[in-house]
């Protein structure tokens, strides 16, 4: 089924331990966006890319790094894990229009532990 | 964006129409209200958005006022698969093509 894909679905790191989260979505959508779920909490953006090329921070960008490396895949890296980044992690895609945004399709998220 | 405000959690009978009320009173003339659901574990899911008429699709119906400071979102048949954290967002049609900002949303209950 088209959609979004993340991989990996879960995952346990130590703490200083280095790890790139993956994601691609085949809707030909132009933005991607990456996103952190904490317990109890809506969703916070990490970092998003508006089109092929470009990226941007969001509300939460410390301590990780994105790559928008074509416009399917767009990679969240964590340099140095601590566990204040466990979370359940979710991408996005959404097509644009002109100015026109046409809703976010998510994946199905990574749970990631940090010890 | 606009900031929405939405009661915690709702309870609704299977079978039965559940409203979703959603407050933006600061909302803007060129600002859409977007509505998602997140369903336990899973990623949230696109449901429905609108301007200023009342919108309708295969999943539900959103009804907006006409000062748009408020809007209702109506599953009209409940299901226990219906029960999940509905989040309503106010954003511009780019929207967000810099991220949409999703708050604690509304935990709906279907109860059987």
């Known amino acids: 089924n088209a959609g979004v894909t993340q991989t990996p679905k879960f995952q346990v790191l130590k703490t200083g331990q280095s790890m790139t989260l993956q994601c691609a979505q085949d809707m030909n959508h132009n933005s991607m966006y990456w996103y952190r779920q904490d317990p109890g909490m809506g969703l916070r953006l990490i970092y998003y890319s508006a089109s092929e090329g470009t990226t941007d921070k969001g509300e939460v960008p410390n301590g990780y790094n994105v790559s928008r490396l074509n416009k399917r895949e767009f990679s969240l890296r964590l340099e140095s894990a601590a566990p204040s980044q466990t979370s359940v992690y979710f991408c996005?895609?959404?097509?644009?229009?002109?100015?026109?945004?046409?809703?976010?399709?998510f994946g199905s998220g990574t749970r990631l532990t940090v010890v | 964006d606009a900031k929405t405000t939405q009661p915690t959690s709702m309870d609704c009978a299977e079978g039965r129409a559940a409203n979703l009320p959603c407050n933006h009173s600061t909302i803007s003339g060129n600002e859409y209200v977007y509505w998602y659901r997140q369903i336990h574990s899973q990623g949230p899911q696109y449901i429905i958005h609108?301007?200023?008429n009342n919108e309708t699709n295969e999943m539900a119906s959103l009804i907006i006022t006409e000062d748009r400071k408020s809007s209702t979102l109506i599953l009209p048949h409940a299901t226990l698969r219906d029960t999940a954290v509905y989040y309503c967002i106010g954003a511009y049609s780019g929207g967000g093509a810099d991220g949409l900002t999703f708050g604690k949303g509304t935990h709906l209950i279907i109860q059987p």
């Open positions: 609108g301007l200023k």
């Open positions: 996005a895609s959404s097509l644009m229009t002109g100015y026109f945004n046409y809703g976010y399709t």
